[in-house]
């Protein structure tokens, strides 16, 4: 299976979002100026005019299905490839009313999943040759996240947690609110303990308390260059550190080199800006 290849829960979520976005767009009447063009067989082509890396192929295509089944498509790239810009990379076959009418829902998905996976692309090649590898985060659009952790993965990164359901990530406000790095460990293994406890760390004396405990990961938040360098060597590979806050691309490489195992970035899921496709109808 490849690193970008479609998980199950992600496969599922396809049709529910495909569904809510035609749903927003058709509402009760349908496509009125759809609705004027006889509804005949119609071949189109999808154009990306920049460098981008595709994902949200499965997205795309489902937002076609749902009012065509019989709609063909014949991809010139896959998710996780590389496009350059000027070029066609998919050529489409439908019912001229479906391909009109699911056109924009379509290229909505496709501009904001590739965007995701083209600006992790750019965080993954500027860590190359270092052990640290880049993470998403939770800070996601509304309703799309398991798309845009699909993406992330396109573009080469990893995911963290999916959700609040399926890592106990212990932050500031747990640990004020638990009486401590200790206590809040102590409580997450008691209550949850066949799942991953990550511990969220501002200082190196809060680190050496959450090594006493070793949980499955520790989280910098927010640490000079200086002392993440002081982190990992006081760590030892015991427990992978984690680098979050200031990941700007520009800083990536300093901080992959003071030797963290991880790099979570949450620009790569919300400060993104769409790619560019347009679909041109065959004259």
Known sequence: MSHSALR???????????????????????DVTADLVDDLPLRAHLHCREHAILAGTPWFEACFRALDPDVRFVWQHADGEPIRGGTDICAIEARSRALLSAERCAINFLQTMSATATATAACVA???????????????????????KYAVRCGGGF??????????????????????ITAAIKLARSRHGSLPIVVEVETLSQLDEALRHAPTRILLDNFTLHDMTEAVGRCRGLVPLEASGGAELHRLLDIARTGVDYISVGALTKNIRAVDFSLRVAG
Not at 163 to 179: C, P, Q, R
Request: no cysteine; charged share 25%.
């Open 8 to 30: 199950p829960a992600e496969a599922a979520a396809i049709d529910h979002d495909v569904g809510r976005a035609l749903a927003e767009d058709l509402g009760s009447v349908g």
């Open 126 to 148: 500027a860590v190359a040759g270092t052990k640290a590898r880049i993470l998403d985060t939770r800070k996601t659009l509304p309703g799309l996240r398991l798309a845009q």
């Open 159 to 180: 995911n963290h947690r999916i959700g609040l359901y399926d890592m106990v990530l212990i932050k500031e406000n747990h640990i004020a609110a638990t009486g401590g």
